[in-house]
């Protein structure tokens, strides 16, 4: 039996972007988790923030009247993701509505979509053409006449995975508030199962082995538990005006 461990030295790290959604709740506000599939190549099995990898095209110019400005108010957010900041916050909203169902934009009479009997079938397959690559967000914005919310969407901190894990990625977290008019739901492919969870009730199941955690996603729940409220978590969110980036080191290294 070979006991050698593989070291992943020369592992690329690839830019990433996760979105976390919350919703006021009782006793503490909600956060939308997903739980990953357990075959997945990175995070199996574990519950998690919608997100994933920045792809070439979240960096076309294509998009430049296709999403609302950042606030005045986002500037700080915008200065810190430097250069490339649109394509973070453009990968975040595809991640999220491949991922969760949730798409945060804005219909023709610029109010947040909402899916109703008339255009659910239709989302619904554009949500499948994005996972399978035949259709692009961009697509989906010119046909649909949308504008993607980046105005509503706040750029919070940075994590980069540690050396020798298999995957490493250069992840911008994001936070917003959850579209009323929308209901998110897991795709069935990369993700299994979908929850709305406090902070603090996650937290407890992970302690007790309900709910599988990286180490990241229990940092983060950690110091979200810190705010009892959806509208004080989200005021921290806006008006935050430092953006760490994090570099933990597994141990032993």
Request: aromatic content about 10%; proline content about 6%; glycine content about 6%.
């Amino acid at each position: 039996m070979n006991d050698t461990k593989v070291e992943h030295k020369d592992q690329p790290i690839r830019p990433a972007a996760t979105v976390i959604i919350v919703r006021d709740a009782q006793p503490q506000y909600e956060i939308f988790m997903l739980r990953r599939t357990n075959q997945a190549a990175f995070a199996g099995g574990m519950y998690v923030f919608p997100g994933g990898r920045v792809d070439d095209h979240d960096h076309s110019t294509d998009y430049s009247p296709l999403h609302r400005p950042p606030l005045d108010a986002q500037q700080l957010q915008r200065d810190a993701l430097g250069e490339d900041w649109r394509a973070y916050w453009i990968a975040g909203i595809r991640e999220t509505f491949e991922e969760s169902g949730f798409l945060l934009a804005y219909d023709n009479q610029g109010k947040i979509i909402e899916f109703n009997d008339d255009n659910q079938s239709r989302f619904d397959q554009y949500r499948e053409q994005i996972h399978s690559g035949d259709i692009s967000l961009l697509d989906i914005c010119q046909t649909e006449n949308l504008t993607l919310a980046i105005d509503l969407i706040h750029f919070y901190n940075r994590w980069i995975t540690p050396l020798g894990r298999p995957r490493r990625f250069d992840t911008r977290f994001f936070i917003t508030q959850a579209p009323g008019v929308q209901s998110g739901q897991h795709d069935g492919h990369e993700t299994v199962d979908s929850i709305w969870i406090s902070p603090d009730k996650a937290l407890e199941m992970h302690a007790s082995k309900e709910l599988g955690l990286m180490g990241v996603t229990e940092k983060q729940l950690r110091t979200f538990a810190k705010h009892n409220t959806a509208q004080d978590f989200l005021q921290m969110a806006a008006g935050n005006d430092e953006f760490p980036t994090f570099r933990p080191v597994l141990p032993g290294k």
